[in-house]
Nanobody
């Protein structure tokens, strides 16, 4: 069972940048699809970006061109570079892992980090 720990959140002004990191407790390359999700108060959790073991990425429309998901397989670390942040990006951000099909993204994210808060002020 993989454990995930996020870091890098905080407060930033509109237009600013943050880089989230997620360290996994075990080797994830070729075993897990990794993703970032977020949940704002009173709203449903939504996917932000995902990356499979081939490095293929997918983004939610609301972050395309602003956020970049990447991973350092040697360090078992997932990143989310967030640029041009907007107040509506404020939320708890979660790292998650889908191990259902050897790195292929099957939308079966069974492992989750504890979440990290991102606050963007106008």
């Amino acid at each position: 069972q993989v454990q995930l720990v996020e870091s890098g959140g905080g407060s930033v002004q509109s237009g600013g940048s943050l880089r989230l990191s997620c360290v996994a407790s075990e080797y994830t390359y070729r075993r897990y699809c990794m993703g970032w999700f977020r949940q704002a108060p009173g709203k449903e959790r939504e996917v932000v970006a995902i990356i499979d073991s081939d490095g293929v990425t997918r983004y939610a429309n609301f972050v395309k061109g602003r956020f970049t998901i990447s991973q350092d397989n040697a360090r078992n670390t997932l990143f989310l570079q967030m640029n041009s942040l907007k107040p509506e990006d404020s939320a708890m951000y979660y790292c998650a892992a889908d191990g259902s099909n050897w790195g292929s993204c099957e939308n079966q994210f069974e492992f989750w980090g504890q979440g990290i808060l991102v606050t963007v002020s106008s």
